[in-house]
């Protein structure tokens, strides 16, 4: 297996991920943007994710090959995102932002398509390569944090677009893998999609993420507002993802021994603890550490969990339409819908009501997975 190849386009994929999503919040309030046109902006980021997983999905499950397209989209992403430095005003940036993430956000199912088949039986090896993410995404989030507090957020654009061309080199490195044909050649991407079962693991993913709404677009805003310095914002989201590194180190040990729907059902419920920890007590630091070390959970062992399953239940000929739509349902239509609820909640209700929201969609999602999901165990 390429491990190292691998490695690398998550390395950069979640560097990248963690200069836009901490930062690129305050890097638009900066430049004046208010706060719902800064939920919308951060919805477009995630809404993208609704149609271009799929369409690519669709491409590369039709072709059997992954890889060329994976390389196509960093290789546009890099091209459109030039566009950021010529932008000015709502609908300009609105429609680089469109452009750019729709071609950022396709090749990450597919790669997850490509790393299950490169583990072949050792599924559960998953997170040892998705672990150099979450190591990228701390040394982004570390070095930014005292490079913007010195340098001002202009740094931000430059960076994002460095680490985008990152993204496309390691694609280039890494080698396609098809998946393994079997009995389950027949299979019929509909008639899995009407399953219940399905429907409400989707329905959970989407709940979870749009809990997560608040939190990428507002929580540095939030600290901001509180009187936290970059390099402490910078720490604060580091230590989220350092912890979910550990988390990621020993997930295959808690999959084997607790299975998915236990990790996913102890994570939404630590999720809405999370929230409202943020939401009632962000000038108390110690509580934020607190509330930081929940990331493990909330995002690393969701995360793990849910790719995971959709392995599981989108086998063969429909593993690549399978991880869009679940990358689609959560991050998608679960990202865009936390971050507008988001955006209008923080300017008319406040930020205490606005992670309130959140840990009630968490909750939702909670009830959503025991209701239905893997409920004999089987995964």
């Given amino acids: 297996m390429p491990y190292a190849r691998l490695s690398s386009y998550y390395f950069f994929h979640f560097a990248a991920l963690g200069a836009l999503v901490p930062f690129w919040g305050p890097y638009l309030l900066e430049r004046g943007f208010q706060p719902a046109a800064i939920g919308v902006l951060m ?19 039709r072709a059997g090959q992954r890889m060329p397209i994976v390389r196509l989209g960093a290789g546009l992403a890099v091209l459109c995102f030039i566009g950021v430095f010529w932008t000015d005003g709502f609908w ?39 672990v150099w993410g979450s190591v990228g995404f701390i040394i982004s989030v570390s070095l930014i944090g005292w490079w913007q507090e010195r340098a001002g957020s202009g740094i ?36 899995l999609v009407r399953r219940p079962e399905i429907l409400f693991f989707l329905g959970t993913c989407m709940l979870m993420q749009a809990s997560h709404g608040a939190y990428y677009a507002f929580y540095s805003i939030y600290l901001e507002s509180k009187g936290y310095d970059s390099t402490t914002i910078g720490a604060l989201w580091a230590l989220g993802v350092a912890i979910e590194v550990i988390v990621f180190l020993g997930m295959h040990r808690l999959l084997d021994r607790f299975g998915a729907r236990r990790m996913l059902l102890l994570s939404l419920a630590l999720a809405v603890v999370r929230w409202l920890l943020i939401g009632l007590f962000i000038n108390l630091a110690a509580v934020q550490i607190l509330a930081q070390s929940l990331h493990a959970f909330s995002f690393g062992a969701f995360h793990a969990s849910a790719i995971h399953l959709t392995h599981h239940y989108f086998p ?6 399978g991880q869009a739509l679940y990358n689609s349902a959560s991050f998608g239509v679960g ?39 893997d409920r004999a165990g089987r995964f």
């Fill in 43 to 61: 919805a477009i980021l995630m809404g993208t994710k609704i149609v271009a997983p799929n369409v690519w999905g669709l491409l590369a499950d």
């Fill in 92 to 130: 300009s940036m609105a429609l680089v932002m469109t452009v750019f993430s729709f071609f950022w956000n396709a090749p990450l199912p597919l790669m997850e398509s490509v790393t299950f088949n490169h583990l072949g039986a050792r599924v559960n090896r998953y997170a040892s390569v998705r």
């Fill in 156 to 191: 931000i654009p430059i960076t994002v677009l460095v680490l985008f061309v990152g993204v496309w080199l390691s694609c280039l490195l890494v080698p396609d893998r098809g998946h393994a044909v079997g009995h389950d050649a027949h299979l019929s991407m509909r008639a």
């Fill in 316 to 321: 063969g000929p429909t593993q690549g339409r």
């Fill in 335 to 373: 990202g865009a819908l936390g971050s507008l609820i988001s955006g209008l909640l923080w300017s008319s209700a406040g930020p205490t009501t606005t992670f309130a929201a959140a840990s009630l969609m968490a909750a939702l999602g909670g009830a959503t997975a025991y209701r239905q999901v």
